[in-house]
């Protein structure tokens, strides 16, 4: 019996992280997409820095619907929605800095450069939306059905198994 449970919970963790990665992928399309439309079109018509800024805040949102329908699909416990986002945290910053550095040829400085709030930069929101979306859109879901299960079982609100 035991072994039956940690086969379902390991067939479990490799559907939530493949169905993550996916999500993340999904990420990198609009992100890229995103760029496309901020380069050409409100560039011209805003100028760099209010494009950025944006741009950044749409591709906030939009990030944000992508979140939910992940949460809505997988239904993860605020624990793996803490894990998913960490990992797409982590991919999406080693993406920027490997692409923009390694095949975009742009200087550490450049890349680092979107990061200074200071200057009205506003790329660590976009970060911190794919790191804390997850688990704070998970912990919003779970509102209103107070430790509820939800289809994997796990408790919406503490990550635990079901009675």
Not at 103 to 124: E, H
Request: aromatic fraction near 12%; charge should be positive; include cysteine.
């Amino acid at each position: 019996m035991k072994q039956h449970e940690s086969f379902r919970r390991s067939t479990r963790a490799v559907k939530l992280y493949g169905t993550a990665a996916v999500f993340w992928l999904i990420f990198a399309g609009v992100a890229t997409a995103s760029g496309i439309v901020r380069e050409t079109w409100l560039v011209p018509r805003l100028g760099e820095l209010r494009a950025h800024q944006a741009g950044t805040l749409a591709v906030c949102a939009m990030f944000l619907a992508i979140i939910l329908a992940f949460i809505r699909r997988t239904r993860p416990s605020a624990q793996e929605a803490l894990w998913v986002g960490m990992w797409w945290l982590l991919a999406a910053i080693g993406f920027e800095f490997g692409f923009g550095h390694y095949v975009d040829g742009l200087s550490w400085s450049r890349l680092l450069a979107d990061y200074d709030v200071s200057r009205g930069r506003l790329l660590l929101l976009l970060w911190l939306t794919v790191a804390a979306g997850p688990v704070l859109l998970t912990r919003a879901l779970s509102r209103g059905r107070p430790g509820g299960p939800s289809p994997s079982g796990r408790s919406f609100t503490t990550g635990r198994a079901g009675p």
